[in-house]
């Protein structure tokens, strides 16, 4: 999954008039299916899931493997998300879902659209 860089600041985007919306990547429902975002930066990722398959759904975010991820044991991350909806998740504590490549995991109940994108962070 390509990840949308955000790293121009609010008041640019507002000065431009308009940004370019990523489209996003369909994701397939079921276990084993879903989609990675790759060297994720967890804590400034977010992804935005949109359900438009025609029921109601859920994202899952796996959670990750010790060493990397100490407080994995927590377990995933299960959102709803409603048909018709979208909804924003995260950002991710690394301790918890990194996976072993540095990768983010999820899989969802339904066909979803998902888009990651990287927020900026401020000291």
Request: hydrophobic fraction near 40%.
């Amino acid at each position: 999954m390509v990840v949308a860089d955000v790293r121009t600041r609010v008041d640019e985007y507002l000065l431009a008039g308009s940004i370019a919306d990523p489209p996003g990547n369909a994701v397939t429902a079921g276990a084993g299916n879903g989609g990675l975002v790759g060297s994720a930066g967890l804590e400034s990722t977010v992804l935005r899931v949109v359900n438009a398959s025609g029921a109601a759904g859920t994202v899952t975010v796996k959670s990750g493997s010790s060493p990397l991820a100490p407080v994995s044991a927590l377990g995933p991350l299960t959102v709803a998300v409603g048909n018709g909806q979208t909804v924003w998740v995260g950002p991710f504590e690394s301790g918890r879902f990194e996976q072993p490549d540095s990768s983010l995991w999820f899989e969802s109940s339904v066909a979803l659209t998902v888009t990651a994108f990287r927020m900026p962070r401020h000291p």
